[in-house]
Nanobody, 120 residues
Framework: QVQLVESGGGLVQAGGSLRLSCAASGSIFSINAMGWYRQAPGKQRELVARIISGGDTNYANSVNGRFTISRDNAKNTVYLQMNSLKPEDTGVYYC??????????????WGQGTQVTVSA
């Protein structure tokens, strides 16, 4: 079993910054990729940013240049630094991880989500 625990969400004014963290723990052999998704009220969940084990990243066009994803492989933790936040960034942010478990099975796990609210 693998658990993902997110932290760092909250309420911030437009133009402000937040840093999200997501720590993975449990029966982990390796983590191949980690990412952040978000879901705004009434909308589908969408990819925000993703980072693979080699360090390559990709971002949604809407956040490119404002958000930075990074990971600490030793801590099985992924971060999302969010700068110049806009009201349209509001939503529940979920992290996920593509994990190879100790039994060598591959699964995608999700965190419980953390609320980010950006006021105008």
């Amino acid at each position: 079993q693998v658990q993902l625990v997110e932290s760092g969400g909250g309420l911030v004014q437009a133009g402000g910054s937040l840093r999200l963290s997501c720590a993975a723990s449990g029966s982990i052999f390796s983590i191949n990729a980690m990412g952040w998704y978000r879901q705004a009220p009434g909308k589908q969940r969408e990819l925000v940013a993703r980072i693979i084990s080699g360090g390559d990243t990709n971002y949604a066009n809407s956040v490119n240049g404002r958000f930075t994803i990074s990971r600490d492989n030793a801590k099985n933790t992924v971060y999302l630094q969010m700068n110049s936040l806009k009201p349209e960034d509001t939503g529940v942010y979920y992290c996920n991880a593509d994990v190879t478990t100790l039994t060598r099975h591959e699964y995608r796990y999700w965190g419980q989500g953390t609320q980010v609210t950006v006021s105008a």
